[in-house]
């Protein structure tokens, strides 16, 4: 029997009914601006892009996204289906979504995935044809039949090419398959049996293509065209010729109109289109970004764009016309920080690669479902700015800092930009070139001043005291050039990560500056994964955070560590500075170490001091206070987790949000901790009433740091007690030995640690 206590203060509370919020759920913030393919039935447009598929009908916007079922993302290739009014939409790996969009039904084909005698299985383009949906994929041809949605047939061997040879394109015209491959193209008619090499045409460098090279293919007018290193040719006379109604070296894409009456050539800022009388019209649009593919429609072209969605053109008037559902500019996230709602984050990930999109990865501010999007095609004063990587704040400013182009400094009230970089400031970049400033890592102190890491540079370190526009040199107390990351505590100490310039972790080093105009008082000490000399779980350190008991947690590429007293780590000695690895509490399991050989990539913690932990291609980790027992663990396989590798974690407190960013996008788990209350009133107890037929948990809302909850019967007994850290709990609505409770009225009192009653809720529970 539960503990009686003596209670008359909350029977003038009022039951909350219908009061429900959804908690351990998932959102995605997919940016649909770049345009991997298009679709069309000649009157409504679809588009297949790096955020989902969406449609446009009557200039309505409809989307489809992870969210409604999508296997992934971002599909490689899509096609409509007009007899089944559906979407074929494929994957990198062989998977095939088909889309309803009347009902956002999502169904899925995994044949091709499941294929193993081939390890590239992806979908370059869909046909469709006499009820069958001819698949392209990177080891040969595919065939479904569209009624019952099975595999009639494959084909992987194209005459003499390679068993397995990837089809870039295909075309299809009465009876003869035209396809695109690095070896060459290859014509067959479907009336032949195609598994036979014989019953193959191919076409090659000894045919009139300057290289085997073919990129697309289409029938038209009794004709064959291919693509070659960007040339269109035509077959005539036995041999491949260029077709000088295209320009050459220019064209990306070929593809006729529905009813094949127009052929339609890409370059990367023009559609040409040539009729069956030859006639030609060509379409211009003034773009920001390039032209990734194009519909010929009644009148009109559809054309996909890199990164400003789909454009809608009238080949009569050049009217035209934008459709862009909202959402961030592109689906890049990196480093992010929360501030009072508004969601910052950086779009670039270390040490990137060349790419079209490399000059608008900038920044982006979200708040309530609005977007600013901050990138030089959007904000004149980041004409100079490209692949913004890392971003703090202090009181008035967010500071941005770029792969090469310097510092951003945003001013919160006013959104006034300043750039900073090694023409306009103390600044300097990377030994081979000075004016390249890589800031790799930047935060701000406790007294409002930002310090910032100039990767491989002379001066590593750099700091703008507050209200000042000048950043000073600090002195590079440790002798060594190897700084990348940055992480200040409470304490203003700075800890930063060591890397060689070819990626290799060095260790750590933490600096404590003191007096940052005195140079003659910094302190600092490095430690490594050494024996006596910190005992890192690895040299390679990428992730810091500190939790509400001012512990110091590290990630590493081997695991977590954390130091308990951070106040020591220079002042102490070499217990103090040794780091404690993760212990499992599971005494059976294989390491006694937890998340030993993770490779770390993000770290958060809740207003519960749980920890999120991110990995590179692991997925997501949610642990217990002292990091000895995994709380939950999410997949891209278990959840609508849109990818495995995480890039950063931001917790926004005043709601539970916990905000992943991932290199495919953007998405956010709704988790239960939340902010305390600053004093503790009424409580909100949801949902109310709870059925056990119909939920699994009772959420208790509005506490104080630290409580402890009393839930109790009509009749005065105690049936259950519970401690909370942070604003919100849950329950699962059962009594102290795990039974459920009888149909009725409890109350819920939380008392502060001090034992005082404040917080006063009820629930009505059903059983």
Not at 151 to 158: K, L, R, T, W, Y
Not at 413 to 430: A, F, M
Request: net charge negative.
């Amino acid at each position: 029997m539960g503990k009686f206590i003596l209670f008359f203060s909350v029977l003038f509370l009022s039951a909350q009914y219908g009061w429900s919020q959804e908690l351990d759920g998932w959102e995605v913030y997919p940016s649909f601006s770049t345009i991997v393919s298009l679709t069309s039935d000649s009157e409504v447009i679809y588009a297949g892009t790096l955020g989902g598929v969406f449609k446009v009908e009557d200039n309505e916007l409809i989307t489809v996204t992870t969210m409604d079922g999508l296997y992934r993302s971002n599909p490689s290739s899509i096609v409509y289906d007009v007899e089944y009014e559906r979407i074929f939409a494929g994957y990198i790996d062989g998977t095939i979504d088909i889309i309803n969009f009347q009902d956002k039904n999502v169904q899925r084909l995994e044949d091709i995935r499941r294929v193993d005698r081939f390890s590239s299985k992806g979908i370059n383009e869909f046909k469709i044809h006499v009820g069958d949906l001819y698949v392209a994929t990177q080891f040969g041809i595919v065939v479904y039949d569209l009624q019952d949605l099975v595999v009639e047939n494959s084909f992987v061997q194209i005459g003499d090419f390679d068993i397995g040879t990837e089809i870039n394109q295909l075309d299809i015209k009465s009876d003869s398959i035209l396809v695109a491959t690095d070896q060459g193209a290859g014509l067959a008619s479907l009336n032949d049996n195609l598994d036979q090499a014989t019953n193959w045409i191919t076409y090659n460098s000894f045919n009139g293509f300057n290289t085997d090279q073919i990129s697309d293919v289409a029938f038209f007018d009794e004709g064959k065209y291919a693509v070659n290193e960007q040339t269109v040719l035509i077959f005539q006379n036995g041999s491949w010729e260029e077709f000088e109604a295209f320009p050459p070296g220019e064209v990306l894409n070929i593809k006729t109109n529905l009813t094949g009456e127009i052929l339609g050539a890409s370059t990367s800022t023009s559609i040409i289109t040539l009729d069956d009388q030859q006639e030609s019209v060509t379409v211009s649009p003034e773009l920001e970004s390039i032209i990734t593919d194009f519909e010929i429609l009644n009148g009109e072209l559809a054309i996909g764009t890199s990164n400003e969605g789909l454009v809608i053109a009238n080949l009569m008037s050049e009217n035209i016309q934008s459709y862009l559902p909202s959402g961030p500019y592109l689906n890049f996230f990196n480093e992010m920080v929360i501030d009072e709602g508004n969601l910052v984050a950086a779009s670039t990930s270390e040490f990137p690669s060349a790419d079209i999109l490399n000059p608008i990865r900038s920044y982006y501010i979200y708040n309530d479902g609005i977007w600013e999007n901050y990138n030089r095609n959007t904000a004149s004063e980041l004409s100079t700015v490209e692949t913004v990587y890392t971003v703090c704040q202090n009181d008035s400013s967010y500071y941005l800092g770029s792969w090469g182009h310097g510092i951003i400094k945003h001013e919160k009230s006013s959104d006034n930009i300043t750039v900073y970089n090694s023409s306009n400031s103390n600044l300097t970049g990377i030994f081979s070139d000075p004016s390249y400033v890589v800031i790799s890592g930047i935060e701000s102190d406790s007294r409002n001043n930002v310090w910032a890491v100039s990767y491989n540079s002379q001066d590593p370190l750099y700091v703008q005291l507050e209200g000042s526009e000048q950043w000073d040199s600090f002195q590079n107390v440790s002798g060594s050039d190897n700084y990348y990351k940055l992480f200040i505590d409470s304490f203003d100490q700075k800890w930063i990560s060591l890397i060689t310039t070819s990626n290799t972790g060095l260790g750590l080093l933490i600096i404590d500056s003191e007096d940052v105009e005195n140079p003659n008082d910094d302190r600092y000490t490095k430690l490594t994964s050494g024996s006596g000399n910190g005992n890192l779980p690895d040299d390679k350190v990428k992730t810091f955070i500190q939790d509400k008991r001012d512990e110091v947690w590290i990630g590493t590429e081997r695991g977590i560590a954390r130091f308990v007293f951070p106040e020591l780590m220079i002042e102490g000695g070499a217990n103090e500075r040794e780091a404690q690895w993760l212990i499992n509490e599971d005494t059976t399991a294989t390491s006694r170490f937890l998340l030993r050989d993770v490779n770390v990539s993000a770290m958060a913690v809740n207003d519960a001091n749980q920890k999120w932990i991110g990995s590179e291609n692991q997925g997501l980790w949610l642990l217990n206070e002292d990091g000895s027992r995994i709380e939950k663990r999410f997949t891209s396989e278990n959840s609508n987790l849109i990818s495995d590798n995480i890039n950063s974690i931001a917790i926004d407190n005043s709601t539970g949000e916990v905000f992943i960013a991932t290199d495919l996008g953007l998405v956010s788990y709704q988790d239960i901790p939340k902010a305390p209350v600053p004093e503790m009133d009424k409580l909100k107890v949801y949902p109310n009433p709870f059925q056990y037929s119909r939920h699994d948990q009772i959420l208790i809302e509005g506490l104080s740091d630290a409580t402890r909850i009393k839930i109790i019967g009509v009749d005065g007994f105690v049936v259950n007690e519970l401690s909370a850290q942070g604003g919100r709990i849950s329950w699962d609505g059962y009594d102290y030995n795990g039974n459920q409770l009888g149909s009725g009225v409890y109350f819920v009192i939380a008392y502060e640690e001090s034992g005082r009653e404040r917080g006063l809720g009820k629930v009505v529970i059903v059983r």
